[in-house]
């Protein structure tokens, strides 16, 4: 761990530095303040492109693994 590290706390929506609330409670750590005050924005973001890529979602092209309803894919 670096003196300079930063979490942002998901209880109290604020950047904190290494002595804050648990870390089950925040996110990070970040080496920035300004990187920790957009940590829900990189989560929505992440979850955006997990959401809308084809190797993770059930409706993309790569989704048939043929054990959903237990029959192989034809």
Do not use: I, Q
């Amino acid at each position: 761990m670096t003196e300079n590290e930063y979490w942002f706390c998901l209880k109290h929506h604020t950047v904190e530095g290494r002595d804050g609330c648990k870390n089950a409670d925040r996110l990070g750590p970040y080496a920035s303040s300004e990187e920790a005050s957009r940590a829900l924005e990189k989560v929505a973001e992440r979850n955006e492109a997990w959401d809308n890529d084809p190797d993770w979602n059930e409706d993309g092209p790569a989704s048939g693994d043929g054990l959903t309803d237990g029959t192989p894919d034809s």
